[in-house]
């Protein structure tokens, strides 16, 4: 079974500064979806940044970028220049393939705390 | 376009109690999944659903759970004499076309006395 491993339960970053987020996983498909959601307080989950396996290329999202290393199942998140709204819970989610009744898989999460 | 609404947004039961909480999905979205929250943990799959048809409920438990995703109206995830354990958050998320980006709602937060 596939599984996510984020090792960091909590971070905390100076404004303006950056951060990296931790996630590994295992799996035994060539071709699959990775996910990072943040999970402010107010619990909603928002899809931060999306990357597909087959492409080299890392997924960029304004302040958001990921380093993925396929061969050492690695999926991590930069964030750069934070901000105090940065706060939040951030999840590692993976999904495989095929159509869409292959469910996310969930790392249990890494607590982001933002310092004024 | 309203997001996912989930109601209530928090849900208080007594043991032994039933359970009903619901998920309208976004507008257009013929395809809802329901996850569950422990504390300090990450979503966990539940059930997926398509209008009328349960698609793959692996991660529901085998017994007290249902779900449902009706023709007209939201979907309903059902939980029968609710044990101290479901104490949970019970997400909803759905999607146009399956396998395409998720949009979670806010969650039902269950508590069970």
């Known amino acids: 079974a596939q599984t996510v491993t984020q090792s960091q339960p909590e971070m905390s970053v100076q404004e303006a500064e950056t951060v990296t987020l931790s996630c590994t996983y295992d799996t035994s498909e060539s071709d699959y979806y990775l996910f990072w959601y943040k999970q402010p307080p107010s619990r909603q989950m928002i899809l931060v940044i999306r990357q597909e396996a087959y492409k080299q290329q890392n997924a960029t999202e304004n302040r958001f970028s990921v380093n993925f290393q396929k061969a050492a199942k690695s999926f991590s998140l930069k964030i750069s220049d934070s901000q105090l709204g940065d706060a939040a819970m951030y999840f590692c989610?993976?999904?495989?393939?095929?159509?869409?009744?292959?469910?996310?898989?969930f790392g249990k999460g890494t607590r982001l705390s933002v310092i004024a | 376009n309203a997001g996912v609404m989930q109601n209530p947004r928090h849900l208080v039961r007594r043991r032994g109690q039933e359970a009903r909480l619901r998920c309208s999905p976004m507008?257009?979205?013929?395809?809802v999944y329901w996850y569950r929250q422990l504390p300090e943990e990450g979503l966990k799959f539940m059930v997926y659903l398509q209008k009328e048809n349960i698609i793959d409920e692996s991660g529901m438990p085998k017994e007290r759970f249902s779900a449902e995703f009706p023709k007209e109206g939201p979907s309903i995830l059902r939980i029968q004499q609710v044990v101290r354990g479901d104490s949970a958050a019970y997400f909803c998320?759905?999607?146009?076309?399956?396998?395409?980006?998720?949009?979670f709602g806010s969650g039902t937060q269950l508590s069970v006395l």
């Open positions: 989610a993976y999904r495989g393939p095929g159509s869409g009744n292959t469910p996310l898989v």
């Open positions: 998320a759905s999607s146009p076309i399956a396998g395409e980006k998720l949009f």
């Open positions: 507008k257009g979205h013929s395809h």
